[in-house]
T-cell receptor, first 112, second 113 residues
Framework: GEDVEQSLFLSVREGDSSVINCTYT??????LYWYKQEPGAGLQLLTY?????DMKQDQRLTVLLNKKDKHLSLRIADTQTGDSAIYFC????????????FGSGTRLLVRP | EPEVTQTPSHQVTQMGQEVILRCVPI?????FYWYRQILGQKVEFLVS????????KSEIFDDQFSVERPDGSNFTLKIRSTKLEDSAMYFC???????????FGSGTRLTVV
């Protein structure tokens, strides 16, 4: 069945780049997303990528998609303490028009 | 920036009681969703709602669950007879389009005792 996996924890120093990785199982996924969750808040959509793209850049965020390996990454340049949060990778379920399948989330800790 | 608003933020209920979780989606959005996250588990899809009817539901969304958009602004999730295993964070979401990502609310933490 469909599954999305992420590493659970990442710690970086302020100013460094962070790379959060995600793997998914269904190669027919069309849309892939990154969401951010800060404590006590909802899931904030950061960015998405369509499966016919390899890369998408949006200010400090770079999304890389390797369809062959079913691997998605989110790079945050110049990571700030305000970037500390849980980051969720999600895919649009291939057999669905509506459903997202989420990974477990990666907790990013940015050390001063 | 427009927000999805959920109330209450935390609800405690006794097993067997009915609960209604409320959401106000973004006003020009057409698609509405409920997801839940049991503590320590992944965020799971429950149901999607479009054009005043359920468009898709998961296996979790059984006869104990129902959704309604009673007045054109609110979107509710009702659990008829709560069980201990219904304890979770429930997220409402809405979108203008099916593909370009949803806006989620902050969630309602439901605790069934």
């Amino acid at each position: 069945g469909e599954d999305v996996e992420q590493s659970l924890f990442l710690s970086v120093r302020e100013g460094d780049s962070s790379v959060i990785n995600c793997t998914y199982t269904d190669s027919s996924s069309t849309y892939l997303y990154w969401y951010k969750q800060e404590p006590g808040a909802g899931l904030q959509l950061l960015t998405y990528i369509f499966s016919n793209m390899d890369m998408k850049q949006d200010q400090r965020l770079t999304v890389l998609l390797n369809k062959k390996d079913k691997h998605l990454s989110l790079r945050i340049a110049d990571t700030q303490t305000g970037d500390s949060a849980i980051y969720f990778c999600a895919e649009k379920a291939p057999d669905s028009s509506y459903k997202l399948i989420f990974g477990s989330g990666t907790r990013l800790l940015v050390r001063p | 920036e427009p927000e999805v608003t959920q109330t209450p933020s935390h609800q405690v209920t006794q097993m067997g009681q009915e609960v209604i979780l409320r959401c106000v989606p973004i006003s020009n959005h057409l698609y509405f969703y409920w997801y839940r996250q049991i503590l320590g588990q992944k965020v799971e899809f429950l149901v999607s709602f479009y054009n005043n009817e359920i468009s898709e539901k998961s296996e979790i969304f059984d006869d104990q669950f129902s959704v309604e958009r009673p007045d054109g602004s609110n979107f509710t999730l009702k659990i008829r007879s709560t069980k201990l295993e219904d304890s979770a964070m429930y997220f409402c979401a809405s979108s203008a389009d099916r593909n370009y990502g949803y806006t989620f609310g902050s969630g309602t933490r439901l605790t069934v005792v």
